[in-house]
């Protein structure tokens, strides 16, 4: 049966034979750099922008990849042509990249000398459409968590990696008071953050509101909604929010590449809004759709139902 294929430090392999050393240094210290983009319609969405986005990060990692973003676009797309006649032709795919500092010389096999420069790694995957589909429709539960985003005094937050020890920790929490709760992570003088996958918006009277990105990472499923807001007339403002803002506010909803827009009803236990997914949320879903030609919440709800057959 024909395998997606990844692209893995200069070759095309099938997904089955696409592996790390334990001692690379993406395992060994999580020093990854790391962006994600998906399809429409079999086609990569907004893929310059990732791009950027993955340069500016290797940049600021100290990582040369050895590639030029044009490789890397021609890369994903060849990747992306083959992977995606191996799904339903009504699914999408999610496209991984991810660069990291290379192979760790102190742990490398006795022997063998750790291979010289970065690992380089694109591949993809269907996009889980069972994962969102009850949380599109009825809106996510935030749980607010001990555990606090990393300050910028660590690293900038505009630095898109997979050192996320943190993230993990934090939905651990939130799960063990609500399953298919995600963490809402707060910085450490109390603002709101992101959660580990997305970033949050809120409505109130009218007006779309975000924490600013000192503390966040600016996705660009978020400016695609700024974007879309603001041809729609409507107003975005970016400030420091607090729990009570989000507590208090009309609609609350997640931004975040793989499901773009998901409604968010509930926060540490208690309703925002009227608890449902609102019409702000509806009308932007809308719009975004309008843009890429496609239902996107019928195309999870439908996707799901396949995926459960």
């Not at 009504?90 to 496209?95: F, K, N, P």
């Not at 450490?188 to 959660?195: I, P």
Request: aromatic share 8%; glycine share 8%.
């Amino acid at each position: 049966m024909p395998e997606p294929l990844v692209y893995l430090n200069g070759r095309r392999v099938p997904a089955s034979q696409a592996a790390l050393p334990i001692w690379d240094a993406g395992i060994a210290q999580g020093a990854t750099v790391t962006e994600q983009t998906r399809t429409f319609r079999h086609r990569p969405w907004r893929l310059d922008d990732h791009l950027d986005r993955l340069f500016d990060s290797l940049r600021y990692a100290g990582i040369e990849p050895g590639l030029s973003k044009d490789q890397f676009a021609t890369i994903s797309s060849e990747l992306v042509a083959h992977n995606a006649a191996l799904i339903d032709p009504a699914d999408d795919l999610g496209v991984l990249h991810f660069v990291t500092a290379g192979e760790y010389p102190t742990y490398a096999a006795a022997g063998r000398p750790a291979r010289p420069g970065p690992t380089v790694c694109v591949h993809t995957f269907p996009l889980p459409f069972a994962l969102w589909a009850k949380r599109m429709r009825e809106g996510a539960h935030l749980i607010t968590p001990s555990v606090r985003q990393l300050p910028p005094q660590c690293y900038d937050a505009k630095l898109k990696c997979r050192s996320r020890m943190h993230y993990y920790l934090a939905d651990r929490e939130a799960r063990q008071v609500d399953p298919e709760a995600s963490a809402l992570l707060l910085d450490l003088d109390g603002h709101v953050t992101e959660t580990s996958t997305a970033n949050l918006l809120i409505v109130r009277r009218g007006a779309l509101l975000s924490p600013t990105t000192r503390h966040t990472l600016a996705g660009i499923s978020r400016q695609t909604v700024i974007e879309l807001a603001a041809k729609r007339g409507i107003a975005f403002v970016e400030r420091d929010l607090q729990l009570y803002d989000v507590l208090t506010a009309d609609e609350a909803f997640l931004t975040s590449t793989p499901y773009c827009l998901m409604p968010a009803t509930r926060i540490n236990g208690v309703p925002i809004g009227d608890g449902r997914p609102g019409p702000m949320y509806h009308r932007l879903l809308g719009a975004w759709g309008e843009q890429v030609g496609l239902d996107i919440g019928r195309q999870i709800q439908e996707g799901a139902r396949r995926q459960a057959r």
